[in-house]
């Protein structure tokens, strides 16, 4: 049963084998796996639920509805845009389906470091499930819009790595709308596949149901306190939430999985710390033939020539679809000059770098703190490897797309750098970087709850149960104990699938 909150009309007392906060790619497993397994799950997700008929492929629609802070979710200085998905499915509901397994020596990194028992051998079944049921298959070239093949043709032409990507849709009509809810059922989201699956097997999801804090006492967590929210405001409706579990799983994300264990004072360990982005910068291509990087998939090539991790911070090239309002915003400048480069829309690529964060010694990423209201503060200062990577990025795609034909390729920077031939490049390195002189983004975010053998670098240990909370699970993208590298999505699916077993385990 999906129950939406303006339709409880009492106070919800509930007392279910699993209780599981937030049902991203992370916590949609979880209750699946442990629906059909026959405990009695209830999954509580702040964010509404919506289908396919509510889709209406309007920005000015789906921002406010289904991304965290109405669409305006930003790092605390507001030099990061933070895009981050908040409905029954999580980041599934507008994520850009780009699927990667997640790389061997990404695992082998948090093995030798972190004690992570994480092997390719051990989530091969788990990925292979997936893809089966999410049907992630690798595009076909024929299929991918201007917008990514200029990438393609571009890195072709420079003799840099560069493919297609695989993607979670079946029966994909290209329309290009994958941000702001699939208006034809094509992406194989959470919604449609995992969370179902869990509904037919027992479980109950309470949408619009956001969960304050965790209560727990000694080494058990005791009860999740929550409150229904209406859907369209956000507002509480005044009824509140009880949920009693034998097993706590938490799986809001990262950003709010670790700012609700705060809230809750379950605060041992690293909690909020190396919180990592895969910060991107990005850049306008201007082409005299029409890109309409607005239709079609919106991610379908991705080049990672440059993704070395470790030494010097590596990053990974992919596309961003080209709707006006993220365009607006992303694009430096105002009135003129914004009217200017949004009347050329049509005909701009609009590519992106995604630094590799996590790797570096001593690298800190980001840290979750909480506002004075309880909701979680981001601050994630820029460093000198931030800014030789961003500049490297920025770099790169300006190459490949004057390769490709590009007329002028433009920067995100406060006071743009416009680059017409390769003398143009060296620009980059004299603009001025530094936090808000330029447009940086996050579409990523891993870690805060990150997990491993040592009690004091982690949070959760090797299995994702919490070090000193015994019945407490933290199961998404905030136990990364680095960056990936690659688009995160399945690497928290099959994470979530392998740690299902020891959630099962911990109830027997
Ligand atoms: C625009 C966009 C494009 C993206 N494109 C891709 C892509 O192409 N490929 C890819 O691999 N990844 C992509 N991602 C990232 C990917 O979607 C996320 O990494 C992934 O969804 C994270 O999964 P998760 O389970 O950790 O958390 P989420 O998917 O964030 O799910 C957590 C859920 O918990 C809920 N929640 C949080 N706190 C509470 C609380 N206190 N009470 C109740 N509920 C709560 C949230 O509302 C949310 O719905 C994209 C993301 C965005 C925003």
Redesign the pocket.
């Known amino acids: 049963m999906i129950h939406k909150g303006d339709e409880i009309a009492q106070d919800l007392l509930l007392k279910p084998d699993v209780c599981i906060?937030?049902?991203?790619?992370?916590?949609?497993m979880v209750a699946q796996r442990l629906a059909r397994a026959g405990a009695r799950v209830a999954v509580?997700?702040?964010?509404g639920f919506y289908t396919k008929d509510e889709f209406d492929m309007q920005e000015a629609t789906a921002y406010p509805r289904l991304?965290?802070d109405r669409g305006n979710r930003a790092s605390a200085d507001l030099s990061i845009a933070v895009?981050?998905?908040?409905?029954?499915?999580?980041?599934?509901v507008?994520?850009?389906?780009?699927?990667?397994r997640t790389p061997d020596d990404v695992l082998a990194f948090w093995r030798e470091r972190e004690g992570s028992l994480l092997t390719p051998e051990i989530l091969r079944p788990h990925f292979e499930e997936i893809e089966r049921r999410l049907g992630i298959e690798k595009v076909d070239l024929e299929d991918t819009n201007a917008n990514n093949r200029s990438i393609y043709q571009g890195c072709k032409k420079l003799g840099w790595q560069v493919d297609t990507v695989s993607r979670n849709v079946r029966g994909c009509l290209r329309t290009g709308y994958?941000?702001m809810g699939c208006p034809v059922d094509a992406k194989q989201t959470?919604t449609l596949t995992y969370l179902p699956d869990a509904v037919a097997a027992g479980a109950d999801i309470y949408a619009d149901?956001?969960?304050?804090k965790i209560e727990w006492s000694g080494s058990r967590a005791t009860a999740a306190i929550?409150e229904l929210l209406h859907p369209g405001t956000q507002q509480a409706t005044g009824r509140t939430v009880r949920v009693e579990p034998r097993v706590m799983v938490v799986?809001?994300?990262?950003l709010?999985?670790p700012?609700?264990l705060l809230r809750s004072g379950v605060d041992q360990g690293p909690v909020g710390k190396k919180t990592w982005l895969h910060p991107v910068v990005a850049m306008g291509a201007f082409y005299k033939e029409r890109v309409e990087g607005f239709y079609g998939a919106?991610?379908s090539v991705a080049s990672h020539h440059f993704s070395r991790r470790g030494e010097g911070a590596g990053f990974f090239i992919e596309a961003a679809p080209v709707h006006p309002m993220l365009a607006s915003i992303a694009m430096p400048g105002f009135g003129a000059p914004l009217r200017g480069r949004m009347a050329l829309l049509g005909n701009v690529a609009a590519t992106l770098s995604l630094m590799i964060d996590g790797f570096g010694e001593g690298e800190e990423g980001g840290t979750v703190s909480l506002r004075p209201d309880g909701a979680p503060r981001l601050d994630y200062p820029f460093g000198a490897r931030h800014y030789e990577c961003f500049r490297a990025g920025m770099k790169a795609i300006a190459r490949l797309h004057l390769a490709n034909g590009a007329r002028e390729v433009q920067s995100f920077h406060l006071d743009p750098v416009v680059i017409r031939s390769e003398a143009d490049i060296g620009g980059v390195d004299a603009a001025p970087m530094g936090p808000n002189l330029f447009a940086a983004f996050t579409?990523?975010?891993?870690g805060g709850c990150r997990m491993g053998a040592d009690p004091a670098r982690s949070v959760v240990d090797p299995r994702l149960r919490h070090h000193f909370v015994q019945n407490l699970f933290v199961?998404?993208?905030?136990v990364f104990p680095t960056g990936l590298g690659?688009?995160?999505?399945?690497?928290?699916y099959a994470l979530?699938s392998w740690a299902s077993t020891h959630v099962r385990d911990a109830l027997s």
């Open positions: 906060i937030g049902s991203g790619p992370g916590g949609a509580l997700e702040e964010g991304y965290q895009l981050q998905g908040r409905a029954v499915g999580g980041g599934t507008v994520n850009w389906t780009t699927s990667y994958c941000g959470a149901c956001r969960v304050r929550g799986s809001g994300g990262a709010n999985s700012a609700l919106p991610q579409a990523h975010q891993m199961i998404d993208g905030s690659v688009n995160p999505m399945e690497s928290i979530a």
